[in-house]
C-alpha cells in the first residue's frame, strides 16, 4: 500500500495549484485524474487562449448561497498573485476587453506553467485513474483504484463540475462530499446558450450568427455584453451571463439598443427623413437581418416615418428597449462553461477550504457552491481555493 501526505483528485487549475502549494511546503503530493492529460479545460478554455483571470475579480462577480464564502481566498490569493506567476514564466498575455486576461499564445503555456511549478515542488501526477472508493478510518483515507490502494492524510477533492461530460467530467466530487455527510446544493448548468421556444425558433433561427451589443436582463440581474442569435436559441457572452441568473420559466429582457434613447432617435430621424420609413431608420442602428424579422413579428408597422405620432413611437421604443424572450430552456452541461450549486459552503472552512466535520478532507474549485462570472473568474476561484488549502492540506 503507498502512503502519501496529500492525494489530490483532479488535476485541473483547482488541483494542481493546490498540489504544487502542498508540495511546496514539503508534503508528499499525488495528484489522481481519470483523464489522459492534465487540465483539459484549460487547454480550450478561452478559445484555446486561456482566459485565466480577471484584473477586477472580486467577490461580487461570484455567486453562491453564502456570498461571503469565497472572500477569505479571493483575497488571500488574488488575480495579481496569478499574474505575478504568470510573469515569472514569461508567458505572453493580453486584456481582451473588461478585464478579461488571455496567454497571447495558447492555453497550454498555462498548462506548462502548473506542470514545471508541480514538477519543482515534487507532485506526482497519475493519469487515468479510475477511483472507484474513498475512505476513512484511522485518521487516514484510503484511496482505491482497480490497480492500487492507497493511504494519505489528506483528500482533496477538486473534481470540477458537470459541464462538458465528454471531457470527462463526473459527478464524483459531489457523491463524495455526500458519502461524507455533506450537504450538495442543486446543480444546474450555468454560462450556457439558452434555446427557443418552438415558435420563436421558427421565426429568429434564419437570423443565426447575427450578433449586437444588448443588455440581458433576469431576475433583476443585467449584463451589458453582446448578444448572439444562433440556430438553438441565444448566446453571446451576455446570454451566457444571464444564465447563470435564470431559472427555467423566467423571462429575459433584451435592450437592443443600451447606448441610444430609440425615443430621441427616431424623433431625430422623423424630422430629418420624414419620408423614410421605420425599418430604415432601425437599420441604421440595428443589424438590417434583425430588424427585417421584428418587422415580421408586428413589433413595429412599416410606414414613413411622418406618419408616427409620439405614442406610436414611444410604443417602438419601449418594445426595443425591452425586448422579451421566454427561453425554453439551456444547452445543458453539453456546453455549459460551468456548474451552479455543488458542496455546501456552510460544510467548509472558508480559510482552508476542509471539512468542518470531516478533518482532512478538502474540497476546490468548481465542485464547491462559488461561480463565477464569464471573464476568468472562475479559473480564478480555482487558482484562489486551490492555493488556500494548499497551505493547509
Ligand atoms: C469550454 C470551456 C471554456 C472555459 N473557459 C474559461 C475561461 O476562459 N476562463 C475561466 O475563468 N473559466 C473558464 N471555464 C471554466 C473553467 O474551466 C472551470 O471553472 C475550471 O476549470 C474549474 O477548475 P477545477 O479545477 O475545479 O475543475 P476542472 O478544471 O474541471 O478539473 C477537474 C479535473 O478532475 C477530473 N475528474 C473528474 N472526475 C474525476 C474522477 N472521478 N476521478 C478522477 N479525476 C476526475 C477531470 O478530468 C478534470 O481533469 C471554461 C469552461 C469550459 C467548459
Redesign the pocket.
Known amino acids: 500500500m503507498q502512503q502519501w501526505d496529500v492525494i489530490v483528485?483532479?488535476?485541473?487549475?483547482?488541483?494542481?495549484m493546490c498540489a504544487i502549494e502542498a508540495g511546496k511546503r514539503g508534503r508528499s503530493v499525488l495528484v489522481?485524474?481519470?483523464?489522459k492529460r492534465?487540465?483539459?479545460?484549460?487547454l480550450?478554455?478561452?478559445g484555446g487562449r486561456?482566459?485565466?483571470?480577471?484584473m477586477y475579480a472580486a467577490p461580487e462577480n461570484f455567486l453562491s448561497q453564502n456570498k461571503h464564502f469565497c472572500k477569505s481566498a479571493l483575497s488571500r490569493y488574488t488575480q495579481w498573485d496569478f499574474i505575478a506567476l504568470v510573469q515569472k514564466h514569461a508567458i505572453a498575455y493580453h486584456e481582451k476587453t473588461l478585464g478579461q486576461l488571455?496567454c497571447d499564445d495558447s492555453a497550454k503555456d498555462i498548462v506548462d506553467m502548473l506542470l514545471s511549478e508541480a514538477k519543482a515542488a515534487n507532485v506526482q501526477i497519475a493519469l487515468q485513474?479510475?477511483?472507484s472508493d474513498v475512505s476513512f478510518a484511522d485518521g487516514q483515507y484510503t484511496v482505491i483504484t482497480p490497480e492500487l490502494s492507497r493511504r494519505c492524510h489528506s483528500v482533496v477533492v477538486?473534481?470540477?463540475?458537470l459541464?462538458?461530460p465528454n471531457?470527462?467530467?463526473?459527478a464524483?466530487?459531489f457523491q463524495l462530499a455526500e458519502q461524507f455527510g455533506l450537504k450538495v446544493l442543486p446543480l444546474r448548468a450555468a454560462?450556457v446558450p439558452l434555446t427557443w421556444q418552438p415558435s420563436d425558433k421558427a421565426v429568429f433561427e434564419e437570423i443565426s450568427g447575427v450578433s449586437l451589443p444588448v443588455t440581458a436582463e433576469a431576475n433583476g440581474t443585467m449584463f451589458p455584453e453582446d448578444m448572439l442569435f444562433t440556430h438553438r436559441g441565444l448566446s453571446g457572452p451576455a446570454i451566457l451571463q444571464i444564465s447563470s441568473y435564470w431559472q427555467p420559466g423566467d423571462e429575459v429582457l433584451v435592450n437592443m439598443a443600451p447606448q441610444t434613447d430609440l425615443v430621441e432617435f427616431l424623433t431625430a430621424q422623423q424630422q430629418a427623413h420624414p419620408e423614410q420609413e421605420v425599418k430604415t431608420a432601425l437599420g441604421k442602428l440595428l443589424p438590417k437581418r434583425l430588424v427585417e424579422k421584428l418587422l415580421e413579428l408586428n413589433v413595429f408597422a412599416n410606414q414613413p416615418l411622418k406618419a408616427l405620432n409620439p405614442k406610436s413611437i414611444k410604443q417602438i421604443a419601449d418594445s426595443l428597449h425591452g425586448y422579451i424572450f421566454k427561453p425554453n430552456g439551456t444547452e445543458g452541461y453539453r456546453t455549459?462553461?460551468?456548474t451552479i450549486g455543488g458542496v455546501d459552503t456552510d460544510y467548509l472552512s472558508s480559510k482552508t477550504m476542509e471539512a468542518k466535520q470531516q478533518p482532512g478532507l478538502y474540497f476546490?474549485?468548481?465542485?464547491v457552491d462559488v461561480t463565477?462570472w464569464?471573464?476568468?473568474?472562475?479559473?480564478?476561484?480555482?487558482w484562489a481555493s486551490?492555493w488556500v488549502a494548499g497551505q493547509y492540506c
Open positions: 483528485i483532479g488535476a485541473g487549475a483547482a488541483g494542481l489522481l485524474d481519470n483523464g492534465v487540465g483539459r479545460k484549460i480550450m478554455s478561452g486561456c482566459n485565466f483571470t480577471n488571455f485513474q479510475n477511483i477538486a473534481s470540477g463540475g459541464s462538458l471531457l470527462g467530467a463526473t464524483f466530487g454560462l455549459a462553461e460551468v476546490i474549485g468548481e465542485v463565477g464569464l471573464g476568468g473568474y472562475n479559473f480564478q476561484w480555482a486551490g
